[in-house]
């Protein structure tokens, strides 16, 4: 179901719908919220221990709280 290979998951795609939604003061779609939106085991965009105690920390709330985490700046480089 992920993308072990560094690239995003699609399903990230729902969570930058969000994100983004936010960011600009609107409202995000309703399917944002489905519990299948949560990602089974938590998703990492980086292998090394030190990177995910970052990641950790660094994920916007939207992919934190369905398992997904990427550092702060990957909006800007999408």
């Known amino acids: 179901m992920s993308d072990r290979g560094g690239g995003l998951h699609p399903p990230s795609q729902h969570h930058h719908n969000e994100t983004l939604s936010q960011v600009h003061n609107l409202r995000a779609p309703s399917w944002v919220n489905h519990s299948c939106r949560k990602m089974p085991v938590p998703y990492f965009a980086a292998k090394s221990p030190n990177m995910k105690a970052i990641l950790l920390q660094e994920s916007p ?5 369905r398992n997904l985490f ?9």
């Open 61 to 65: 709330a939207a992919f934190r709280v």
């Open 70 to 78: 990427v550092s702060a700046n990957a909006l800007s480089r999408a």
